[in-house]
């Protein structure tokens, strides 16, 4: 790897971590600001608003006219202001294009965002081992909340899981944590099917911690599934 192209790495994983962080931090403050009652500036209100009337008095405008454009004004402004940025796509394609993903089009990088996917998630992966994956399963592994974390922690805690596996313990709440939690208690040996099931039993950490205290031994898998059962 080029240093220029490596330099190019840092860039994209610095402006992808701050694109990420800036719309989680846009969506809670606009969820904070709906529940004060304060949406934005009055000037702004009152400037989208005027914004609003004028696109739809020209969308209603065209179409009692018999325009034969179907476009309506308002889904193209939205999807404008939606627009990634372009740096940002031309530093991902370049990336995605050195690790073996070539020809993507500016659609199909503006969708894989959408989706979650980004150029930094992508090489995490591989460097864990994945080094096969196809864009549907990196767009299943980001819908699934699969993060490069959470795979990296579960191979640490001796888990050689394909994704497939990997999507399936999300789709069943298991985390590293939760995990990690049951190996200090001394399940060290659980299965990925047993995580399953515990957590689909519902068998907290607290719960087992607490039983351990009271019997003075290791309950079984099959005895904390038990109990869970009984004492709903």
Do not use: C
């Not at 031309?90 to 990088?109: A, N």
């Not at 699934?144 to 888990?159: H, I, P, Q, R, W």
């Amino acid at each position: 790897m080029t240093t220029k192209f490596k330099k190019l790495k840092e860039q994209l994983s610095s402006l992808e971590d701050g694109d990420l962080i800036s719309e989680k931090r846009l969506s809670r403050r606009r969820g904070m600001l709906s529940k004060l009652g304060i949406y934005s500036p009055s000037w702004l209100r009152y400037g989208l608003l005027v914004a609003f009337l004028g696109s739809f008095l020209f969308y209603a405008g065209s179409q009692f006219a018999g325009s034969t454009t179907s476009v309506n004004p308002l889904e193209e402004f939205s999807t404008w202001v939606n627009q990634p940025d372009e740096e940002l796509l031309q530093g991902m394609d370049s990336w995605m294009e050195e690790m073996g993903y070539t020809d993507l089009t500016r659609e199909e990088l503006i969708d894989l965002r959408q989706q979650g996917v980004t150029a930094t998630f992508t090489s995490k992966m591989r460097d864990l081992g994945y080094t096969d994956l196809t864009l549907e399963e990196l767009v299943s592994l980001s819908q699934n909340d699969v993060s490069a974390t959470f795979s990296a922690m579960m191979k640490e805690l001796g888990y050689d899981l394909t994704i497939e596996e990997l999507i399936q313990l999300r789709q069943h709440d298991v985390t590293a944590f939760y995990t990690s939690n049951m190996h200090d208690l001394g399940y060290t040996e659980l299965t990925k099917d047993e995580l399953i099931r515990l957590r689909d039993t519902g068998v907290s950490t607290s719960m087992v911690e607490r039983l351990i205290e009271e019997r003075g031994t290791q309950p079984t898998v099959e005895e904390l599934i038990r109990y869970r059962i009984s004492n709903q």
